[in-house]
């Protein structure tokens, strides 16, 4: 398995906080862990950065592969837990449930995907009509970021299989602690402001 973090901008000061820990989970588990901070396109938001990486990576990695990405507002906060064993061997994503804007979407803050021809051919597709909304458009100002192009093509193509995996995977501190019986292994801040995100990420650093 493959973890991967991508930052631009300010998201970096956040990547630089969590790199050391998600190196340390990494070399105890035996993943690859890898960070991209390039800047993809100025066509669309920094947030497709994810999609751009996966797309590159998927096209040199081997069949199969699972990778899992995590935003730069994310952490390993359980270093024993093995994070490989949670995609079933079927599904082409695994994701939890968005639960800070409507519990009946994706959320692709952290998620997993395997490297399958109808992985790559939907990340090909999500792309290309990411850089196609005109920069300034009501579409691209409103409504035209990642997840909600993520969750409004998915529908529509059965091929592709997800997976749901519970809030303890993807763990906001205000919400999944009223949802979640289990302790956390993934806390996520999605959503909250930076400032907030920096006063709180050392203090679940692990090693």
């Known amino acids: 398995m493959l973890v991967m973090q991508h930052a631009t901008g300010a998201d970096q000061k956040l990547l630089a906080l969590v790199k ?55 952490i390993i906060v359980d270093a024993t837990y093995q994070l490989h064993t949670i995609p079933d061997g079927v599904s082409h994503f695994t994701m939890a449930k968005n639960q800070t804007v409507c519990y009946s979407i994706m959320q692709d803050g952290v998620f997993f ?11 090909d597709l999500l792309l290309a009509e990411a850089v196609t909304i005109p920069e300034g458009s009501p579409a691209f100002r409103a ?3 990642d997840e909600e192009t993520f969750n409004a093509r998915y529908p529509e193509h059965p091929e592709i299989k997800i997976q749901v995996m ?10 999944s602690k009223d949802l979640c019986t289990m302790p956390p292994v993934i806390k996520a801040w999605h959503g909250m402001p930076m400032r907030f995100k920096i006063s709180q990420m050392p203090n679940f650093c692990i090693s």
Not at 20 to 35: L, S
Not at 113 to 123: M, S
Not at 166 to 175: A, E, G, L, V
Request: aromatic share 20%; with cysteine.
């Open 143 to 145: 409504n035209y970021k």
């Open 113 to 123: 995907a395997r490297n399958t021809k109808e992985v790559r051919d939907f990340i």
């Open 166 to 175: 519970d809030s303890r995977f993807n763990y906001y501190p205000w919400i």
């Open 20 to 74: 050391p820990t998600h190196e340390a989970y990494c070399k105890r588990h035996g993943y690859e862990y890898i960070t991209d901070t390039t800047s993809w396109s100025s066509k669309c938001f920094p947030h497709w950065g994810k999609f751009f990486v996966l797309q590159k990576l998927f096209k040199e990695l081997p069949e199969d592969t699972i990778v899992l990405y995590m935003d730069t507002d994310a």
